[in-house]
């Protein structure tokens, strides 16, 4: 329908129609009041207010799954950790997970709070070149839930990326909730008219994971945003003593790898289980510094390495998501 915006969620009703902004399909998005209105739907000004905040920031990565408990929080937080140990690189988290916040744990600041500065939120940081902000650093308990629906979710992101001073920051990386719903939109949207690289998709090996990947490859194909490549977590168990390796998540249909070849999306790499991962997620400790001879942590690198030649090589193709 051609009065169907292109960043509207699944099932819209449509601008015109008597059911705009009142049905279940419009619950989330950001035009759903304009829509209940009746008034002819205008761009969100805070689109522009944040094409300039961004402006700041060279290159902006989205790590998205369709799938939960794959590893996207501890990939993000590896991905910062290894882009910032060049001390000339300046990095920033941007942790959209609402309602389950766990980088603050991840990256070691649980239990830190934002500050107000006359340039905005400061973000709180890790090291002198790695920043981050979230919702966890708003609550007054790490146990506290957050019970949201989806307009004040978007409120957030908004604030988040017009409000906070992420100043002159070499890597934005994005930390995303499961699904391709309200916090997936609106960050879309919002991140529409900054030259976003494109997104990072994490999986594991078995089919009961890449079958929600798809949709999420779908979702990016829809809305228009880049797929920098897919990276394989939990590919194998390798053992720290005797260095042999195990599929603990067999990949019965061929694994991220041929998932990735029959769609024609590129193949970041696999990423092998290794338990003292999570204890250093756990400490909010660097995996990299704790366990530098792991198989893991090479794997990270090289993976890392990848995304840092296609956001620095040259002639790179800009975004092609509708700023509308």
């Given amino acids: 329908m051609a009065d169907v915006p292109e960043n509207a969620p699944e099932h819209c009703p449509g601008t015109q129609s008597e059911s705009a902004g009142k049905v279940s399909a419009c619950q989330g998005c950001p035009n759903q009041n304009i829509c209940a209105s009746g008034l002819p739907q205008a761009p969100d000004p805070a689109v522009e207010e944040i094409k300039e905040r961004m402006s700041s920031v060279k290159h902006k990565i989205l790590v998205l799954s369709g799938k939960g408990g794959v590893g996207k929080s501890t990939f993000t ?7 910032a140990r060049d001390e000339n690189t300046q990095v920033a988290v941007l942790d959209i997970d609402i309602c389950g916040p766990s980088i603050p744990r991840v990256m070691g600041l649980e239990g830190e709070q934002v500050h107000q500065s006359g340039s905005g939120w400061s973000p709180v940081y890790v090291e002198d070149n790695l920043s981050v902000m979230s919702v966890g650093f708003l609550l007054s308990s790490p146990d506290d839930a957050v019970i949201w629906r989806g307009p004040k979710k978007n409120g957030l992101i908004k604030q988040f990326l ?3 001073d992420w100043g002159d920051t070499d890597y934005l990386i994005v930390d995303t909730p499961p699904g391709t719903s309200d916090e997936h939109l609106s960050i879309v949207q919002y991140l529409s008219c900054t030259n976003v690289d494109g997104a990072v998709l994490v999986t594991t090996p078995q089919e009961i994971s890449l079958m929600d990947v798809r949709k999420e490859i779908n979702f990016c194909q829809k809305v228009n945003l880049p797929i920098l490549g897919v990276v394989e977590n939990m590919s194998g168990f390798v053992c720290p003593k005797c260095k042999n390796e195990s599929h603990i998540f067999p990949p019965t ?8 070849d029959d769609l024609k999306i590129p193949f970041l790499g696999k990423l092998p289980l290794d338990p003292r991962i999570g204890k250093c997620c ?5 995996f990299f510094e704790e366990v530098p001879d792991s198989p893991a942590t090479q794997s990270y690198l090289s993976i890392i390495s990848k995304l840092r030649k296609y956001c620095q090589k040259d002639g790179q193709t800009e975004s092609s998501m509708d700023c509308s």
Avoid: I
């Fill in 77 to 83: 937080a590896h991905l910062a950790r290894g882009l």
């Fill in 162 to 164: 017009r409000d906070v």
């Fill in 253 to 260: 249909t061929g694994g991220a790898e041929k998932m990735a």
């Fill in 282 to 286: 756990d400490e909010g400790t660097s």
